[in-house]
């Protein structure tokens, strides 16, 4: 398990540095967006697909479908996708969402903690250069 990033271990960098680990943060910044619900209701149906066919109505379906895309939705697409993906090659029935979250959750931490350490670098460089 990684430990949490101290002040002083954090690297000493150049402006020009600074201006990449800024462009890395913006681009960081797409990948952290929560994935549209349309998206998800697709993810969805692909997944239903490779299970047998419970014993819904369509109005319950609908239901939820919606409830679903509605619990993942602060998820970001790709992560999304893996846990659908992690989910399909790993579950015998068909996943809850606290099961898809659970498969999406290494993947959203490791991209937090890059995130973060980013800005820590970004924020020592300001503090210690006067920006």
């Known amino acids: 398990m990684?430990?949490?990033?101290?002040?002083?271990d954090l690297?000493?960098?150049s402006?020009?540095?600074r201006q990449a680990v800024e462009a890395e943060?913006?681009?960081?910044?797409s990948l952290l967006q929560?994935?549209?619900?349309e998206r998800i209701s697709d993810m969805l149906g692909s997944l239903a697909g490779l299970y047998p066919a419970g014993k819904m109505t369509a109005a319950?379906?609908?239901?939820?479908n919606a409830l679903?895309?509605?619990l993942l939705k602060d998820i970001p697409h790709d992560i999304?996708?893996?846990?659908f993906r992690s989910a399909a090659q790993e579950h015998k029935f068909f996943p809850t969402v606290a099961e898809l979250r659970e498969l999406a959750r290494p993947h959203r931490a490791r991209r937090a903690r890059r995130f973060n350490a980013l800005k820590l670098i970004a924020t020592k460089y300001d503090l210690e250069s006067g920006s």
């Open 60 to 64: 319950e379906a609908d239901a939820q």
């Open 80 to 83: 999304l996708k893996l846990a």
């Open 15 to 17: 402006p020009a540095a």
């Open 34 to 37: 929560p994935t549209d619900p």
């Open 2 to 8: 990684e430990s949490d990033l101290a002040y002083s």
């Open 25 to 29: 943060m913006q681009a960081m910044t």
């Open 68 to 70: 679903y895309c509605d």
């Open 11 to 13: 690297p000493v960098v």
